[in-house]
């Protein structure tokens, strides 16, 4: 039997102490207002029990991460018609490069990049009554949690800043890929990225990815195929052009997202979320990484 609890103590000890810390996000100028000094983390079991330290009941922006849970409602109402707007391979590119979206006519490489998760909010956009609300609706059910919401000031503070993905969305509308408004759409996209959730929240909203499209109180949500289809996208994608050192040290399908957060899964037996602000010359959470490598080594759990 693994002390879960005393390995992530150990792992949280670590880090609180660590000198170099990355730095943190502040091209979305109110990310910046956040503390480098941050650090939590929660692993919660597939049987429900949870072990945290740290800053772990603390909520920060989950950026990023939101696309993973986007494209699971997208591709829940869409189904597979989806893959005929974005593709499933890893980019080897920044989150937010335009190159290969301009060689590649306006059909994003994956739904985790920025161009794609704006693909997969104009799916939202077009399928849902009431977008930014109905989308926030399925979070809250998943996690089984009412209290989760949007950062008002996060999503303004992007709206100012985001030109680089309006460029994206210009781009991707001059190729036909986007049905609705630019802003309309970007509206979704920056919303969704303000998601605030704790590491003891993000655990539960990802429970559904290692068990089976089924959330903690049983309710199934999404169906295998697409959670495995999900969980490779995370596996090869989830860390732009650091997915391969991603599953080199971790092994794990993830995601992260520039507020900090790192979410990762081994399906049947845990997920892990890990929040440290500062981040590497990737963007991803550079405390955050190395918790989560510690972690798969010590415990021997990976999925390879
Ligand atoms: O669109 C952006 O740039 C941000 N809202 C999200 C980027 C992000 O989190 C990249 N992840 N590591």
Redesign the pocket.
């Given at each position: 039997m693994i002390d879960f609890q005393h390995i992530i103590d150990t792992i949280a000890k670590e880090a609180n102490t660590a000198e170099e810390r990355g730095k943190v996000a502040s091209y979305?100028p109110e990310l910046s207002k956040v503390s480098a000094k941050k650090f939590g983390i929660t692993l919660l079991d597939a049987d429900g029990n949870s072990f945290s330290a740290g800053d772990s009941n603390e909520r920060f922006s989950i950026?990023?991460i939101s696309k993973v849970l986007a494209l699971a409602k997208a591709f829940d109402l869409e189904g597979d018609h989806l893959w005929q707007r974005v593709g499933v391979e890893p980019s080897g590119d920044p989150?937010?490069h335009l190159s290969l979206l301009e060689m590649e006519n306006g059909i994003p490489r994956n739904p985790l990049i920025?161009a794609g998760a704006i693909v997969i909010c104009d799916i939202l956009v077009s399928k849902l009554n009431a977008p930014k609300q109905d989308f926030l609706t399925f979070v809250q059910q998943i996690a089984d949690d009412p209290t989760i919401t949007y950062d008002e000031a996060v999503a303004q503070s992007?709206k100012k800043t985001?030109f680089?993905?309006y460029a994206a969305a210009y781009l991707i509308k001059s190729y036909g890929n986007l049905t609705n408004d630019v802003e309309t759409v970007l509206d979704l996209?920056?919303y969704m990225?303000s998601l605030t959730l704790s590491c003891e929240q993000l655990v539960k909203v990802f429970y559904i990815f290692m068990n089976h499209g089924k959330c903690l109180r049983n309710q199934h949500y999404l169906k295998i195929y697409q959670i495995k289809r999900i969980n490779a996208i995370m596996l090869t994608c989830g860390f732009?052009d650091e997915a391969g050192e991603f599953a080199f040290e971790v092994g794990l399908p993830g995601k992260?997202?520039?507020?900090g957060g790192i979410v990762a899964l081994l399906p049947n037996e845990f997920c892990v979320a890990t929040w440290s602000p500062g981040l590497n010359d990737k963007?991803?959470s550079k405390l955050g990484m190395r918790a989560l490598e510690k972690l798969t080594t010590k415990t021997g759990l990976s999925i390879f």
């Open positions: 979305i950026q990023s989150f937010n920025n992007e985001g680089k993905n996209y920056f990225c732009y992260s997202g520039v507020g963007g991803n």
